[in-house]
């Protein structure tokens, strides 16, 4: 039944979300650049094109094994802007806070947000701090935006995916998601799962730099790789297919996945990306990654194809196939 | 973690090998139930119906718990998440089944207090931290669920909780075989029967179906070796001509089941009569809560007795569950009921049919 609320599912980045920003923003904001649904906006300012992107984080819990809410809110905002094709430079926080939350806490978050701009080599440059009644907002809430120069030349996008294309991604997957999601519900496993959270701007400097011809960068986030796919193919009007043998899963994320019954293409990434590069920079474009201390896993696992646009389809390990469609409802709320 | 364990029955060259045998095997035009919602989400998450020849069709049945939930159960929880100072609970699935004319979702969105909960044991820990309020559990399950829900009637009564109760609209899987066999134009010529339900109630619970029904039957685990492994059997059955109850999932499923969770289950509860989605009635096919317990049953707390309300108009889930229909034979199919604004259960429930097929299949 349609609904006339807000429902968790619209904050899932799966389909409800996507039909949120069709339906009710897009035609409200109305522009091109917003109309390229990429990770960031591109835009052309005095002859330089700038990527500027924007996202909120409202991870539960806050803090979690591989990161905080801090150095999510800082690299999440790195890559989008890093997936635009841009080298981030600057970066603003606003911070939401609930009274009574503890003063140490806020150091511990402020203090990673710190170190992780540092490490990525941004700098935070403005922000705001507001503060709500106890039991208005759930601890602390964070949104980044940032900004970043495009070299002349560089252009990827969504809508980029070319037949032929070999689709790269920089590392395992769901990390982040069963991490989040395990801490949350208190799952006591002896696993060394954790956040995969990391900036992946040297990464895409080091792609970019090398000239080799790269289509579509995207960090599957929220929704996972699965939807992430789903948006390219249906952004550049191509079928992909995947194999599901390469695809990189820890094991005991896989054995977490098993257990609760989710599938590891819609869980979310907070420190991988996928490259989209036609099948001759394919192998080089691939040592690049593996060279970059954030995507020593990194892999093939598909292909772009002609036929059937806009579809995902994925070969399973026992030789079937099946689509992979996107997320449809909120596998996990308040997961970044 | 045990993840070799789940690898050994992926083995890609052993599932290969089994394709090909079956495909060596099978010539009669077969249609093989699988009777459990994991086998459907199993079977497609593998790509296993691509798989097979084309002889073999692949039923899903009626072990999917939130789509074998009757309309009136559906409206009972609405019902109950309307109330003043009651918390509803249940698993996530069921918050977005319509009823007439609501779903839990749409009254959790209007400030009604409606939980998703992993275990029926997080509903008597909310009902402990919540002594002002009331705390009803949505029982929709069949015998894997049932014996935790026991479980935690029995704590909550050790306990002299109050405040919590459950609404039984749990299931029992043989009573539905058997209403199957009985119900005019279902063909099936073999049963892939839930691997997870025997391990509880072991492979001697469906001694009683075959015998009458001489109908193929076998256990399966949930790995794509396991059901291939059943469905070769179930081919061999019907080439030989010779019916059998066989367990392919020996690993799990013993002849007698878990005794000591039956013996949990029968302090608790009693067999009676349940209303099933698009079948109707199945004498002896629920579990109601024993006399001794009925200050739990939520039914009876709050005098909750809806009448049987017509399901939603041109919905097949009963007939899909049947094995009589295909979604894609439904006309609301991907057309006015689709995941995100689903008309029926089995487009709602990761489980369900037309959500596994609008999901996984082109
Ligand atoms: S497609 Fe929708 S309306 Fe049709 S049977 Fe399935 S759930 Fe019911």
Redesign the interface.
Known sequence: ???D???LDHGSGG??SH?LFSQLILPLFENSALAQQDDGAVLEVGGQQLAFSTDSYVVDPIFFPGGNIGDLAVNGTINDVSMCGAHPLFISAGLIMEEGFPIEDLKVILKTMAHAAKKAGVQIVTGDTKVVPRGKADKIFINTSGIGLIPKGVNVSGNHAKPGDKIIVSGTIADHGITVLSTR?GLK???DVKSDSAPLNHMVKAILDSGCDVHVLRDPTRGGLGTTLNEIASQSNVQIQIFE?SLPVH??V???C????F?PLYIANEGKLIAFVPEDDADKVLKIIQQDEFGKDAVVIGEVKES?PG?V???????????V?ML??EQLPRIC | ???KY?DEY?D?SL??QL?SKINDVSEKPLRLMEVCGTHTMSI????????LPGNITLLAGPGCPVCVTAQKDIDAFIQFARMDDVIVTTFGDLI?V?GSG??L??EQ??GADVRIV?SVFDATNIAKENPGQQVVFCGVGFETTIPTIAASVLTASGDGLENFSIYSANKLTPPALAALMEADGVEIDGFILPGHVSVITGTDAYRGTFEKYDIPSVISGFE?VDI?KAVLMLVEQNEKGVPALENAYPRAVSDQGNTKAKIIVDQVFEICDASWRGIGTIPQSGMCLKDAFHSFDAAIKFAMDLPDVPEPKGCACGEILMGLKTPKECKLYKKRCT???PVGPCMVS?EGACAAF?????
Not at chain 1, 313 to 323: E, K, N, P, S, W
Not at chain 2, 358 to 362: A, D, E, F, L, T
């Open positions: 039944m349609k609904t609320k807000i429902l389909k409800i039909s519900e496993f002896d696993s043998e094991n005991s896989k054995g977490i098993e257990l609760l019954g599938d059937n579809k389809v994925m070969q399973t390990a026992i030789g079937g196939l099946r689509r469609d449809t409802g | 973690m045990g993840l789940v992926r890609a599932a290969k394709i497609f998450r593998h790509g296993i119906r691509t798989v977005k319509p609501s779903s979702a749409r969105s209007l992993y794509p291939l995941p995100m604004d990761s609008i999901k996984y299949s082109n």
